[in-house]
């Protein structure tokens, strides 16, 4: 059985850019999560998604970030413009019913 | 405020020194702590998953045991492959819906 499936896997873009990155959760997996992870330490939620609705968006800086899931299957993360700051790893995740969440490989972003 | 901490944030151990990781948290209403094994420029790898104080999981040379405050992850002869950062999460109710909340990790280097 597959994976989550994370693209792209690095980009590097400069500051003010825009930038997207590409979520395939597990088949069957209704809900979804956009995590951010700094170099040292844990994920942090930036949004959380039960079927297509967003559930939980507390910690996503919605002045610059964006994301959807469009059909609950699918998702997609935008940052515009980007931000020296926002160097970091995202990582997607999926479970079924909020059970455990299983991770992609993550996108590490650059930004300078 | 749901609070995760690990300790040591990293720890060196010679192949065949066997010892424990704590990660202890404070939370209300815990619904489940997991454990995840991270490799350098991967994605969080889950490992176990424990519900009520005195449960324990085992897989190899991992076992993994939960108190009302904490959880331990003991690491039995330990080798060089069980070189990564280990990852504490739990999962609580907050505000009507689940959320998980990640500690910062513990780095674990095995010596040949």
């Known amino acids: 059985e597959a994976g989550v499936v994370q693209s792209p896997r690095y980009k590097i873009i400069e500051k003010k850019q825009p930038v997207a990155f590409w979520c395939n959760p597990i088949?069957?997996?209704?809900?979804l999560y956009w995590y951010l992870q700094n170099l040292g330490q844990g994920p942090e939620l930036l949004i959380r998604?039960?079927?297509?609705?967003?559930?939980?968006d507390s910690q996503l800086p919605k002045d610059r970030f964006s994301a959807e899931r469009l059909k609950g299957v699918d998702s997609t993360l935008k940052i515009q413009p980007a931000e020296l700051g926002d160097s970091a790893v995202y990582l997607c995740a999926s479970s079924f019913g909020g059970a455990v969440a299983f991770f992609g490989q993550g996108t590490r972003l650059t930004v300078v | 405020e749901d609070q995760v901490t690990q300790s040591p944030e990293a720890l060196r151990l010679q192949e065949g020194e066997s010892s424990s990781l704590n990660c202890s948290y404070t939370?209300?209403?815990?619904?489940?702590l997991f454990w995840y094994r991270q490799d350098p420029g991967k994605g969080p790898e889950f490992l176990f998953t424990?519900?009520?104080a005195g449960e324990e999981k085992e897989k190899e040379r991992l076992k993994a045991t939960l108190t009302k405050k904490e959880s331990f992850l003991h690491i039995t002869a330990p080798k060089p492959e069980d070189s990564a950062t280990y990852l504490c999460?739990?999962?609580?109710?907050?505000?009507?819906?689940?959320?998980?909340?990640f500690g910062t990790g513990t780095k674990l280097q095995v010596i040949p």
């Open positions: 998604y039960e079927n297509e609705e967003a559930v939980d």
């Open positions: 424990l519900y009520s």
């Open positions: 088949s069957g997996h209704n809900t």
């Open positions: 939370v209300s209403g815990l619904r489940g």
């Open positions: 999460a739990v999962q609580a109710f907050a505000g009507g819906y689940q959320k998980v909340t």
